[in-house]
């Protein structure tokens, strides 16, 4: 008997490719974007010392950043600000660091890819506090720039973070499979099923991504593949590894060659992926994922404490019901579920996209049952693990 799907959790049995389809066959109009100085690809494209100029009166600057979060949420879901960095001295400094970096870090071994191949590219992780411990003057002049800090305000408000990690894809570099991204966009298919359809569409309003260009990326360098108008397809945490859903992005994605200094920025939930480099050319982004301010609790818990407390606690319970639903949920109020924020160049994703999580751990602690002095030192490990 086929069970009825609730409007609030659902399955991969319930994704429709053809709904998806028809959203991405939308086309934008100049007249929703009367700001932009073009539509190439679907993607509105913005002049960067124009916007500059209309941020400086609070009336336009407002009339601008409701075009772009209309844009992101509604729209094609990214847009293009060219010459973002007018002074490209800025990026080359700041290209000529981070190559310095990935020399340095190669000596240490390979740096993993979410949705790459090892090898086809070179990836500084925390790229940001890496510049700025690296380079601080350069670092400064790099990250004051009044573009960048509007379009994350008109996605996310005021209070945001930014986080970097810069991607080279060498030629002859593989394109990337397509995907969302961060936070669902890291997470297996069983695991986004749990989460109710709300929670799916409220993480695409918790991030925004973006790209600046280090390189000029005409298309054979394989700039960013995107499929304009996929965010608004609910259930795309679910849909983004489907086969179906895969052929429709390599039917219907666009391309746009970048110059070296624009700026990229993209809903999280708007499938796509890099290109392949069919050049001679090395292409270098840094590419940018900023985060909402309500990713925080009100109150500050230490959890480490509490977990070693109950330790013996939880140990009597596990002998008595192993790992029950009433053990779970206990499990769930004492420990850390979410594996992020990472350090990825400690715990680099390998076999999955996601480091083991405290909840995991201490559910492998009872399982082997471990003692408290061993538990303690598997927390110790994997507290450092997690630090910058």
Known sequence: ????????????????????????????????????????????????????????????????????????????????????????????????????????????????DHFAPPGSNDRIWNALQKHGLEDPSGFVDYYANPLMALVCEAWLGPFYRITSQVNVVNPGGQAQSPHRDYHLGFQPDDIVSRFPMSMQMASQLLTLQGAVAHSDMPLETGPTQLLPYSQRYPQGYLAWRDPAFQAVFAQRHVQLPLT????????????????????????????????????????????????????????????????????????????????????????????????????????????????????QDGMQQQYLSRQP
């Not at 799907?5 to 109009?29: I, N, W």
């Not at 660091?97 to 000596?107: N, Q, S």
């Not at 330790?311 to 420990?335: D, F, H, T, W």
């Open 1 to 112: 008997m086929i069970q009825p799907v609730s409007p609030h959790f659902t399955t991969s049995e319930a994704l429709d490719v053809a709904a998806f389809e028809a959203l991405c066959d939308r086309q934008p109009s100049a007249t929703d974007y009367p700001m932009a100085a073009r539509i190439q690809s679907r993607v509105p494209l913005y002049v960067a010392r124009d916007m500059l100029a209309a941020s400086q009166e609070a009336s336009t600057r407002r009339d601008l950043l409701e075009e772009w979060h209309r844009c992101l949420l509604e729209g094609p879901g990214v847009l293009v600000i060219q010459g973002m960095y007018y002074d490209t001295r800025t990026i080359d400094e700041a290209s000529a660091c981070f190559l310095d970096i990935i020399e340095k870090e190669k000596v240490a071994g390979g740096r993993g």
């Open 260 to 375: 070296k200094g624009d700026g990229l920025f993209f809903n999280p939930a708007l499938f796509h992926a890099a290109g392949a480099n069919h050049s001679d050319a090395r292409r270098m982004a840094n590419l940018l994922q900023v985060s909402s301010a309500f990713g925080h609790c009100m109150e500050a818990v230490d959890s480490q404490a509490l977990v070693i407390r109950c330790y013996p606690a939880l140990q009597a319970r596990y002998e008595q019901e192993g790992l029950s639903p009433s053990l779970q949920a206990c499990i769930a109020a004492i420990a850390e579920g979410y594996a992020f924020p990472a350090n990825l160049d400690r715990t680099p994703p390998r076999d999955g996209m996601a480091p083991e999580t405290p909840q995991q751990l201490l559910e492998r602690a009872l399982g082997e049952r471990w003692s408290l002095s061993q538990l």
